[in-house]
T-cell receptor, first 118, second 110 residues
Framework: GAVVSQHPSWVICKSGTSVKIECRSL??????MFWYRQFPKQSLMLMAT?????????EQGVEKDKFLINHASLTLSTLTVTSAHPEDSSFYIC??????????????FGPGTRLLVL | QQPVQSPQAVILREGEDAVINCSSS?????VHWYRQKHGEAPVFLMI?????EQKGHEKISASFNEKKQQSSLYLTASQLSYSGTYFC???????????FGAGTQVVVTP
């Protein structure tokens, strides 16, 4: 498996402010991490793939200038929601793959960050 | 394209069995099953790679029919702890992106 942490677990902010969410790999280095968003009672939607040392790959319909992803080290990826608005309120979850063999095909999720924009 | 899960919801009494299905219109490489409890992130249960393997996790097992592009998750002798929303995730190639189904809510009552 893989152990992933996220910080903060909860954030409430005013509309127009920016929020940074951290995703850390705790047990081994991760060159790739994934960011998902989940609205209430809905499924998980992949937002972007974070690649260490290079630009993130964003899914269609996700604004790269609004959701800034930085993967500056092999254990840390950050997602910054810029100029957040109430419609950005959601559950943001990061994940990484396992280390070897079939486990590399699997994604393990962090505990998630719940964002509420007032 | 998102895989299709059925049923949307199921209510069980403790000890009863249930089956959750996941199907895709695309040729699949792998099927992943996760359980998400309210307010928490999804937890990995198992992965099935093409080849029709069946895997188990406690009293939860799954099968993958790659000819039909279908997978089923079997909850046997359900326990209260099995309550949650179950998601299947599928990939079409190795290390591919996970596409998640809409989820199946499972409620196990005493």
């Amino acid at each position: 498996g893989a152990v992933v942490s996220q910080h903060p677990s909860w954030v409430i902010c005013k509309s127009g402010t920016s929020v940074k969410i951290e995703c850390r790999s705790l047990d081994f280095q991760a060159t790739t991490m994934f960011w998902y968003r989940q609205f209430p009672k809905q499924s998980l939607m992949l937002m972007a793939t974070s690649n260490e040392g290079s630009k993130a790959t964003y899914e269609q319909g996700v604004e790269k200038d609004k959701f800034l992803i930085n993967h500056a080290s092999l254990t840390l990826s950050t997602l910054t929601v810029t100029s957040a608005h109430p419609e950005d309120s959601s559950f943001y979850i990061c994940s990484q793959r396992g280390l070897a063999g079939w486990d590399r095909e699997t994604q393990y999720f962090g505990p998630g960050t719940r964002l509420l924009v007032l | 394209q998102q895989p299709v899960q059925s049923p949307q919801a199921v209510i069980l009494r403790e000890g009863e069995d249930a089956v959750i299905n996941c199907s895709s219109s695309k040729a699949l490489y792998s099927v992943h099953w996760y359980r998400q409890k309210h307010g928490e992130a999804p937890v990995f249960l198992m992965i099935l790679l093409k080849g029709g393997e069946q895997k188990g996790h406690e009293k939860i097992s799954a099968s993958f029919n790659e000819k039909k592009q279908q997978s089923s998750l079997y909850l046997t002798a359900s326990q209260l702890s099995y309550s949650g929303t179950y998601f299947c995730g599928t990939t079409t190639d190795s290390w591919g992106k996970l596409q998640f189904g809409a989820g199946t809510q499972v409620v196990v009552t005493p």
